[in-house]
């Protein structure tokens, strides 16, 4: 595959509670993208990890989200006090060596708020 | 803001036929621009890629034309097949700075027998 595993593969939470959607790259590969996708739509890009660089958080799209990575591989993505708009997949990906900017999704998490 | 579109949602070919997937971008310091392929309940996948300094690039049945002049990208799909059914992404750097990419809406492709 890939080489992105992610966890859980579906989520249905109720609104106003904490959600953890976690990727688990494998070893060696140093750039990490967290990707946002609503029914229908592109991917919206939430935060980038890059070795020890502070992540570009740019995208996250309120204060109720945030991630970390932990040792340089797995990440989690947080979500407190979910709203029924959080609903979307969210998607991880890892960076290639080298420049060319090519991605590696994993499937992705869905996640349905009621 | 700054963005990539696709011109079409839907695109329905007869199998056989050749593919054209159209998408414009207006970030003008864009160099770099990536087609992805994504089909049904699946991760987006790299299918091929093009840096500003190029017009035209070829792959296994594809290729994509950049036109800098107009901010204009296509893919071409040749004698498309039924496995080439999926939404279909444009994507660019999002700044000069960094690596994360700014995907468009993306482009159903349909193939019917």
């Known amino acids: 595959g890939a080489g992105v595993s992610q966890s859980p593969s579906n989520k249905v939470t109720e609104k106003g509670k904490d959600v953890e959607l976690r990727c688990d790259p494998i070893?060696?590969?140093?750039?990490l993208y967290w990707y946002r996708q609503s029914l229908g739509q592109g991917l919206e890009f939430l935060i980038y990890?890059?070795?020890?660089?502070?992540?570009?958080k740019s995208g996250l799209p309120s204060d109720r989200f945030s991630a970390e990575r932990t040792g340089g591989s797995v990440s989690t993505l947080t979500i407190q006090r979910t709203q029924q708009e959080d609903s979307a997949v969210y998607l991880c990906?890892?960076?290639?060596?080298?420049?060319?900017?090519?991605?590696?999704f994993g499937e992705g998490s869905r996640l349905t708020v009621l | 803001g700054e963005s990539v579109g696709l011109h079409l949602p839907t695109l329905s070919v007869q199998e056989g036929d050749n593919s054209i997937i159209n998408c414009a971008y207006s970030?003008?310091?864009?160099?770099?621009f990536i087609w992805y392929k994504q089909e049904s309940g699946k991760g987006p996948q790299f299918i091929i890629d093009?840096?500003?300094?190029?017009d035209k690039r070829q792959g296994q049945r594809v290729t994509v034309l950049l036109n800098k002049t107009v901010k204009h990208l296509s893919l071409q799909i040749a004698a498309t097949q039924p496995g080439d059914s999926a939404v279909y992404f444009c994507?660019?750097?999002?700044?000069?700075?960094?690596?994360?990419?700014?995907f468009g809406k993306g482009t159903s492709l349909l193939v019917t027998p």
């Open positions: 990906a890892r960076g290639t060596r080298g420049n060319t900017g090519e991605l590696f």
């Open positions: 070893s060696g590969h140093t750039a």
């Open positions: 990890f890059q070795g020890n660089s502070a992540p570009d």
């Open positions: 970030n003008s310091a864009s160099d770099y």
């Open positions: 093009i840096r500003s300094n190029m």
């Open positions: 994507a660019e750097n999002k700044d000069d700075s960094g690596y994360a990419l700014n």
